[in-house]
Nanobody, 124 residues
Framework: QVQLVESGGGLVQAGGSLRLSCAAS????????MAWFRQAPGKELEFVAA????????KYADDVKGRFTISRDNAKNTMYLQMNSLKPEDTAVYYC?????????????????WGQGTQVTVSS
């Protein structure tokens, strides 16, 4: 099994920045993709960003492109999401997810392990 633990969420003013972290432990895999999803109150879970095992390929949702950066440090088994120029509409619970395969998929059903989530609140 794999355990994923997110951290770094909090309250920030519009225009501010936060960096989320996702620490992975337990069974390790080679050549797996990881991603961030988010769920705002009353809305469905949505894809935010994904990257492959080496970090050489990334994919972003259109509304975060240019503002968010996904990265990972495999030596630390940790993935990050740097969020800049935050907007109130970025307010959500952010989840990290791991896919036991390559391919930067956007569907939640393509991911096999999930963290518990971390709350991000952006005030206007």
């Amino acid at each position: 099994q794999v355990q994923l633990v997110e951290s770094g969420g909090g309250l920030v003013q519009a225009g501010g920045s936060l960096r989320l972290s996702c620490a992975a432990s337990g069974r390790t895999f080679n050549n797996y993709a990881m991603a961030w999803f988010r769920q705002a109150p009353g809305k469905e879970l949505e894809f935010v960003a994904a990257l492959n095992w080496s970090g050489s390929r990334t994919k972003y949702a259109d509304d975060v492109k240019g503002r968010f950066t996904i990265s990972r440090d495999n030596a630390k088994n940790t993935m990050y999401l740097q969020m800049n120029s935050l907007k109130p509409e970025d307010t959500a619970v952010y989840y990290c997810a791991l896919r036991v395969a390559e391919g930067l998929e956007k569907g939640q059903n393509d991911y096999h392990y999930w963290g518990q989530g971390t709350q991000v609140t952006v005030s206007s």
